[in-house]
T-cell receptor
Framework: GQQLNQSPQSMFIQEGEDVSMNCTSS?????WLWYKQDPGEGPVLLIA?????ELTSNGRLTAQFGITRKDSFLNISASIPSDVGIYFC???????????FGTGTRLKVLA | EPEVTQTPSHQVTQMGQEVILRCVPI?????FYWYRQILGQKVEFLVS????????KSEIFDDQFSVERPDGSNFTLKIRSTKLEDSAMYFC????????FGPGTRLTVL
């Protein structure tokens, strides 16, 4: 089946640093979503992207839909302790209903 | 703000028993989903539902699973005869322009 490779798998950063993570695939997607998940809770939608090349911000978060439609990245600027959690990308293939999730990036912020 | 709700939050069952997980999607959404997340792993798609029928399902969604929208608000996932490996978090999601998740049901099969 289709795979979404998400990296890095985990990262430890200092408070105030910027963070970047990405998802890549060999398949072409027509939607990219970025979620944050806290332990024991459901994923919370952060940013949705619908067009190749689209760059969208939500506060300190910025995400881009890759021009090839096979990748996306998420940046977090000036990280704070509450940014701790697992970040997932999810992509929807053209002509399908389902979303495929990446393997997640576990972010830990050191105060 | 509208949200997806799920009940129960935690279900413990014996192997071989049937369970029904319930979801109330966001009211004006038309697409509904069930996902599974085994502890420490990624979220896996199970099934999508649109216009009162299954629109797509994964290889995980075998004959032991079924979904139903019995009325205008509820969306249920039934597992007919649970196995140990069905233990996981089960998330319902609904989609209008964007896909939103419920808080999940933790299913523990003993």
């Amino acid at each position: 089946g289709q795979q979404l490779n998400q990296s890095p798998q985990s990262m430890f950063i200092q408070e105030g640093e910027d963070v970047s993570m990405n998802c890549t695939s060999s398949s072409i997607f027509n939607t990219w979503l970025w979620y944050k998940q806290d332990p024991g809770e459901g994923p919370v939608l952060l940013i949705a992207l619908y067009k190749a090349g689209e760059l969208t911000s939500n506060g300190r978060l910025t995400a881009q839909f890759g021009i090839t439609r096979k990748d996306s990245f998420l940046n977090i600027s000036a990280s704070i302790p509450s940014d701790v959690g697992i970040y997932f990308c999810a992509g929807r293939l053209s002509g399908t209903y389902k979303y495929i999730f990446g393997t997640g990036t576990r972010l830990k912020v050191l105060a | 703000e509208p949200e997806v709700t799920q009940t129960p939050s935690h279900q413990v069952t014996q192997m071989g028993q049937e369970v029904i997980l319930r979801c109330v999607p966001i009211s004006n959404h038309l697409y509904f989903y069930w996902y599974r997340q085994i502890l420490g792993q990624k979220v896996e798609f199970l099934v999508s539902f649109y216009n009162n029928e299954i629109s797509e399902k994964s290889e995980i969604f075998d004959d032991q699973f079924s979904v139903e929208r019995p009325d205008g608000s509820n969306f249920t996932l039934k597992i007919r005869s649970t196995k140990l490996e069905d233990s996981a978090m089960y998330f319902c999601a609904s989609r209008g322009d964007e896909q939103f998740f419920g808080p999940g049901t933790r299913l523990t099969v003993l």
